[in-house]
Nanobody, 121 residues
Framework: QAQLVESGGGLVQAGGSLRLSCAAS????????MGWFRQAPGKEREFVAGITWYGDKTYTDSVKGRFTISRDNAKRTVNLQMSSLKPEDTAVYYC???????????????WGQGTQVTVSS
């Protein structure tokens, strides 16, 4: 089990960029898959991006080409670089860790507190 702390959320104009970071503790990080999810008001939490322990990456179609997920196992961090942001990207973003890369919440066993991303038009 890992403990995750997110940072980097904020307010940005449409077309701008923002970088989210997640700092992890615990012995499982290096061999766990990491994922980013987001939840907009009144909507269900959805998968955004994921990365395996060895660096294989997956993105949801709506962010592919705009978002980049990365990890540094030595520094125990995972990042989400977001570019060309759109108002529909506005949501609370959550970092998650699990034994395998998955698209659903129940495949992850550790979660960050969430960080708000607001994109203005």
């Amino acid at each position: 089990q890992a403990q995750l702390v997110e940072s980097g959320g904020g307010l940005v104009q449409a077309g701008g960029s923002l970088r989210l970071s997640c700092a992890a503790s615990g012995r499982t990080f290096s061999t766990y898959a990491m994922g980013w999810f987001r939840q907009a008001p009144g909507k269900e939490r959805e998968f955004v991006a994921g990365i395996t322990w060895y660096g294989d990456k997956t993105y949801t179609d709506s962010v592919k080409g705009r978002f980049t997920i990365s990890r540094d196992n030595a520094k125990r961090t995972v990042n989400l670089q977001m570019s060309s942001l759109k108002p529909e990207d506005t949501a609370v973003y959550y970092c998650a860790a699990g034994p395998r890369l998955g698209y659903t919440m129940n495949e992850y066993d550790a979660w960050g507190q969430g960080t708000q991303v607001t994109v203005s038009s």
